[in-house]
């Protein structure tokens, strides 16, 4: 069976060649086969969300998904892919709860609603009265092994927790505060990271958590880190729209504020992600997310930047918004204190219809010309003969 | 009533955050059916204020099947209101983005959701526990519905990796905003999104369509069985270059054809947990929630058109574009759906064709920082629009009528039932009401997009009707 050295290491080589379940698949279900590891038992949980983890969990790419749902996870109740209904199914529930009490996981997906005392959200109906998600999450999760909140709505809150917060949502960790949450954030999460969690907990139990309670496997960087555009950040050569090709931190990138390995894990079949589609990372991984990280499309609001784009104040959430410019122009201007960025900041910035391709700088060309001795013809240059 | 029994299931599962249904039984027959969503997120609160340019990214959390759509009809609104043109390539590529999104949930929505409701599983999670009922399919043939169901997530993610070639990522893609698509035209993108396209073409020739037509034939009584109320009506949808669009628009009531205008929409929220208004107007639409409503059910609020119920959905286009349909019941939809998901399929290998590499799809530039837009699309289950108003650039007021609430609405003042509390009537079932869950899922309900509107008001503690 895999060590706990070899998943890591398994996860970063699949982050790289994009087979990370088929890496990891095939020696998990041999241990599975040979008992060497049980079958996780896990509950999964909806509250108020928009099903989007689900339907990304579905975008998991290896062709052993079902033989991992069946071999080495125990799926016992998601009332998406469910074939009965109401008590069959809450049977299940219960059953598992009664009988399997600290073996099985609970994975939650969406925000908790805590206005009237949770009933913005029913989830179900059990002897003659309805239960709100709130309670069953709490009901459910003090039992549980390990509970896991699933995408940013249920980590910390998301969107339907922004501002202002009209159902009074907030992360799962908030209302268990008894147990530790595993949080995979992301809206939606990543597959990868969905999967890569459970099976961690099915094999070793706990990963590395940072301090946000994400596992630091995949929340480790920050995108802007690895990002394939830094090159165009060192050099100061940044988008002044969306959909150009260049650095997009002055319209909006959030990138260096967000952990997470989508650069180098990228998104459905590994075919792409939000940066590689010239629009800029909104941060949807981090506590806070949207509020902390709006505007998305373009540059912080009443942050001066020099000779940047500078947009009118707003009230939603200007004191957050104001902590994240700040750490993202901090970032920026440490990257000019340690010559990282280039003097040439500000003219390099594309305009809208003329890019000028990435090149040598200026000073390097007249420190080529200087070199280049005009009387004897250069015995390399291809023309000169 | 005379009604001797009442049944009450929840969660009704294989449903995109599930409905409560409350079925009033007499003699084994519904007569009386109430369906109801239970959760509330208050969207349209959390998107005043907010950059209209961003609303593309905040509507299509909203729903995670179908997050392009909102997408589409968000930039659709913002760019009305802000006077904005979208280049060629934007439009062709916008397109494809939704029919990527489209091939994906409409394969998902029949072998993920729908289909368990007809065979009979494995005995494995998520088949255990199993339905009870007539399951009419042999051993032989259930294996086979095994594998294809297997197959569809397959294909279903590669639908996603379709989108996702343009689109960023999929669930909630970054690439349609307001002015077009960020996303650049090359070869390499043309021929992998027409790559996954051939993967599903083959998919839906091979298995789907046989699937369908063998389900059809094993349960025919289904075909027309759980009709509508017989009104029609689609806002049409996938414009083309030259104008013509794939999904046309217009309306069937009771048989007799007309045009949809969306001023004669009006939502009324008489037994809905809202403060009661009268029905409005979605463009000036005020909704305050009222939890102790005594005459309350459900969050879903009631559109209307003409005061009319009206379905919306890949049948009702198909009724609209006269394309061939068997029936109006729940297989009558499955088969719509199914053939829509082909015509989507043929239409995008054509959109691709006509993209050209190097030319620019988005055009940012914006006329007026203020004004009002009505977007109106055909989601994946129907008629989906978003009216906003903007001031400054920044979201004054935004309303969402979607087509799940159309499908799945309270009732209005005259107490008519929704299209979906319509088809349930006279209907047979057995103890787990497995026949109710056929004709509800044929609709492809989806719950979460259903709600999201809310003020502040005090609150009171719930008391249920039941």
């Known amino acids: 069976m895999l060590n706990r050295r070899d998943f890591l290491r398994l996860v970063v080589k699949g982050a790289v060649l994009g087979n990370f379940l088929n890496l990891v698949g095939p020696p998990l279900e041999k241990a599975a086969a040979a008992g060497e590891v049980n079958r996780l038992p896990v509950i999964w949980l909806e509250t108020g969300s928009c099903t989007g983890d689900s339907i990304s969990l579905d975008n998991i790419w290896t062709p052993a998904l079902m033989d991992i749902l069946y071999k080495i996870l125990d799926w016992r109740y998601d009332w998406v892919v469910m074939q009965s209904s109401a008590e069959s199914a809450f049977q299940v529930l219960l059953d598992t709860v009664e009988n399997m ?24 109906y059990h002897d003659g009265k309805l239960i709100t998600g709130l309670e069953l999450v709490r009901r459910v999760g003090l039992k549980a092994r390990y509970v896991v909140a699933i995408g940013t709505c249920a980590t910390y809150g998301g969107v339907v927790a922004a501002y202002p917060n009209p159902t009074q949502g907030t992360g799962v960790q908030n209302i268990l505060p008894e147990r530790r949450v595993i949080n995979v954030s992301g809206c939606p999460t990543h597959p990868d990271w969905i999967m890569g969690t459970l099976l961690h907990l099915a094999l070793y139990g706990e990963p590395e958590l940072d301090s946000f309670g ?47 390995d989508c650069p180098i894990r990228r998104w459905n079949d590994r075919m792409n ?113 | 009533m005379g009604c001797t029994e009442k049944r009450i299931l929840f969660p009704f599962s294989r449903i995109h955050n599930p409905i409560l249904v409350e079925a009033h039984l007499e003699n084994g027959q519904i007569k009386d059916a109430f369906l109801a ?25 909203i729903c995670g099947i179908c997050s392009s759509a909102h997408a589409f009809t968000a930039a659709l609104a913002v760019e009305q209101a802000l006077g904005m043109s979208v280049p060629h390539n934007g439009i062709l590529l916008r397109n494809l983005i939704l029919a990527g999104d489209f091939l994906q949930n409409h394969l998902r929505h029949l072998y993920l959701l729908a289909m368990p409701d007809y065979f009979k599983g494995p005995d494995v999670a998520p088949f255990v526990p199993h339905l009870e009922g007539d399951l009419r399919f042999s051993p032989a043939e259930d294996a086979k519905f095994t594998e294809h169901y297997f197959k569809a997530f397959e294909v279903a993610r590669q639908a996603h990796a379709a989108f996702g070639v343009f689109g960023g990522k999929a669930p ?122 005594s005459k309350g059910y459900t969050w879903v609020k009631a559109p209307r058109y003409q005061g009319l119920p009206m379905e919306v959905g890949p049948l009702a286009r198909a009724v609209v574009s006269r394309d061939k349909i068997i029936g109006h019941g ?137």
């Not at chain 1, 480790?220 to 050099?235: F, L, S, V």
């Not at chain 2, 669009?245 to 009006?266: A, C, M, R, W, Y």
């Open chain 1, 101 to 124: 009490a600290n073996q099985y996981t609970l994975v939650v997906q969406g925000t908790m609603l805590q206005r009237d005392g949770g009933n913005y959200n029913h989830i179900a």
């Open chain 1, 214 to 260: 994400r596992p630091k496997m995949f929340y480790g960087e920050t995108i802007h880190n690895n990002c394939p555009r830094r090159r165009y950040y060192d050099q100061g050569i940044f988008a002044t729209d969306i959909g150009q090709k260049e650095c997009l931190y002055r319209v909006g990138c959030k990138g260096p504020v967000t952990y997470a």
């Open chain 1, 273 to 385: 992600w939000p940066i590689g589609c010239n629009s800029p990372c909104i941060g949807c991984t981090e506590p806070g997310f949207p509020d902390k990280m709006e505007p998305f499309t373009a540059h912080f609001p009443d942050i001066p930047f020099p000779g940047g784009t500078r947009m009118a104040t707003d009230k939603i959430g200007l004191g957050v918004l104001g902590l994240t410019g700040t750490a993202i122009t901090a970032h920026l201007a440490a990257s000019l204190y340690k010559g990282r960025l280039h003097h040439n900041l500000l003219k390099s910035t594309v305009k809208q219809n003329s890019r000028p391709p990435v090149k040598k700088t200026k000073s390097a060309k007249t420190y080529r010309l200087k070199k280049a001795n005009p009387a004897t013809p250069q015995p390399n240059s291809p023309g000169s003969s």
């Open chain 2, 37 to 61: 969503d239970t959760l509330y997120r208050g969207f349209e609160e959390i998107l005043i204020g907010r950059p209209a340019m961003d609303m593309p990214y905040y509507t299509e959390r």
């Open chain 2, 172 to 293: 909630h893609g970054h690439g349609i905003v307001a002015g077009g698509v960020t996303s650049e035209v090359d070869a390499d993108k043309i021929s992998r999104y027409l790559g996954y396209l051939m993967v599903i073409v083959h998919f839906l020739d091979d298995m789907v369509i046989p699937d369908i037509n063998l389900v059809a034939e094993r349960y025919p009584e289904y075909v027309n069985l759980g009709q509508g109320n017989g009104n029609y009506f689609s806002v049409g949808g996938f414009t083309g270059i030259d104008g013509e669009n794939l999904f046309p628009e217009g309306l069937v009531i009771q048989g007799s054809k007309g045009h949809f205008d969306e001023k004669q929409v009006t939502e009324d929220v008489t037994t809905a947990w809202y403060k009661q208004t009268g029905p409005l107007y979605p463009g000036k639409g005020q909704t305050i929630p009222d939890r102790g409503q």
């Open chain 2, 330 to 466: 729940a297989i009558g939809r499955l088969w719509a759906r199914t053939m829509e998901t082909k015509k989507i399929a043929l239409a995008a290998s054509d959109w691709l064709q006509r993209l050209i590499p190097g030319e620019r799809a988005l055009q940012t530039k914006v006329e007026q920082d203020s004004g009002i837009g009505v977007g109106l699309h055909e989601a994946m289950r129907g008629a989906l629009g978003h009216w906003i108003a903007v001031e400054n650039g920044r979201v004054k007021h935004y309303q969402i009528v979607t087509p799940s609430a159309w499908n799945f609405s309270s009732r209005d003042k005259a107490g008519t039932r929704s299209v979906a509390e319509n088809s349930l009537l006279d209907l047979k079932v057995s103890k787990d009401m497995t026949e109710a869950g056929r004709v509800i899922r044929s609709y492809d309900p989806c719950f979460s997009c259903t709600v999201h509107l809310l003020e502040k008001e005090n609150q009171r503690t719930l008391d249920l009707w039941v």
